[in-house]
């Protein structure tokens, strides 16, 4: 199973990114996607989630400015950032909790290879 992130970049602050993940590979069924950053110097934290019926949840921190979405169809998962400021500036990882075949109903959890956004003030 491969994730592939994109859309980061360099926007001003104040200004908007929507970045895309999408997984391919063996895959019977996606549960939850979702993203996670990591700034300079921090760890990784939580930014949001989605399931697989669309019910959401977002960081404090992102809240009202960030919005999670996923396409079932192209087992992608997307996230409108908006408003953005200098502290949002990391690598966005996208992860999704995924049952590799029909015979088993574990999931397992797999990560992107990261997009980097930059805020300037």
């Known amino acids: 199973v491969q994730l592939q992130a994109s859309g980061g970049g360099l926007v001003q602050a104040g200004g908007s990114l929507n970045l895309s993940c999408s997984a391919s590979g063996s895959i019977f069924r996606i549960n939850t996607m979702g993203w996670y950053r990591q700034a300079p110097g921090k760890e990784r934290e939580f930014v949001a989630s989605i399931r697989s019926g669309g019910s959401a949840n977002h960081a404090n921190s992102v809240l009202g400015r960030f919005t999670i979405s996923r396409d079932n169809a192209k087992n992608a998962v997307y996230l409108q950032m908006n408003s953005l400021e200098p502290e949002d500036t990391a690598v966005y990882y996208c992860?999704?909790?995924?049952?590799?075949?029909?015979?088993?109903?574990?999931?397992?959890?797999?990560w992107g290879q990261g997009t980097l956004v930059t805020v300037s003030s």
């Open positions: 992860t999704a909790d995924i049952v590799n075949d029909a015979t088993s109903d574990k999931a397992r959890r797999y």
